[in-house]
């Protein structure tokens, strides 16, 4: 059962529009959201988080936006630029829990 | 301001030898975290420590798998009579003890088994 779902396997976009990654859940006791960028042979690295207190987290070109009643989270990232190219995981938890991850999106941001 | 680091960054072995790898965590960080990464997958977890504590395992953890933290500073995994379904990247995190669980990870270690 997968309790953390990205369903897009891939997305492409034009250099210097906005990127939209998402992501639904189906445990409603997660409350704390977390995005990771993974490069090729590197490990995850943290992007940006949100509390189930909020509904918008936003750090520069990176937001956050947080749905409880869907289960849904997206981030968004404003300009899209060629190195955002990775592939993206969103993770979920309660309190003092073990992140559950998704699949992963490979964002291409094309020239 | 130094990172998670990992050591090797990639491993080649037989079938049927051991393999140990080392993390060294964020040094004010008192958990610390292995994941196993394949293809098209998000990581999985294995295990965790607090300090030196190993608090959780994961029921697919086989006990050709084990880990340890001595001294709550590294941490090693090993994986006995290894198996070509063991070949994946290997990942470290570490995180500072708070209720909410910000990870960060090293560059991993790739197994390769032959």
């Known amino acids: 059962d997968q309790q953390v779902k990205q369903n897009s396997p891939s997305l492409s976009v034009q250099e210097g529009r906005i990127s939209i990654l998402n992501c639904d859940y189906t445990n409603s006791m997660f409350d704390y959201f977390l995005w990771y960028k993974k490069y090729p042979a590197e490990g995850p690295t943290f992007l940006i988080s949100i509390s189930s207190i909020k509904d918008k987290n936003e750090d520069g070109r990176f937001t956050v936006f947080l749905n409880k009643s869907a289960k849904h989270l997206s981030l968004h990232i404003v300009p899209s630029q060629p190195g955002d190219s990775a592939v993206y995981f969103c993770?979920?938890?309660?309190?003092?829990?073990?992140?559950?991850w998704g699949a992963g999106t490979k964002l291409i941001i094309k020239p | 301001d130094t990172g998670v680091s990992q050591d090797p960054r990639h491993k080649i072995t037989k079938r049927g030898q051991n393999v140990t790898f080392r993390c060294d965590p964020i040094?004010?960080?008192?958990?610390l975290y292995w994941y196993r990464q394949t293809l098209g997958q998000g990581p999985e977890f294995l295990t965790y420590?607090?300090?030196?504590?190993?608090?959780?395992k994961s029921r697919l953890l086989s006990d050709r798998f084990s880990a340890e933290r001595p001294k709550g500073s590294f941490s090693t995994l090993e994986i006995q009579r290894t198996e070509q379904g063991d070949s994946a990247m290997y990942l470290c995190?570490?995180?500072?003890?708070?209720?909410?669980?910000?990870?960060?990870f090293g560059p991993g270690t790739r197994l390769t088994v032959l």
């Open positions: 420590f607090q300090n030196e504590a190993q608090l959780e």
């Open positions: 040094s004010e960080h008192n958990r």
């Open positions: 995190a570490s995180s500072p003890w708070t209720g909410y669980n910000t990870q960060y």
């Open positions: 993770a979920a938890s309660s309190l003092d829990t073990q992140l559950i």
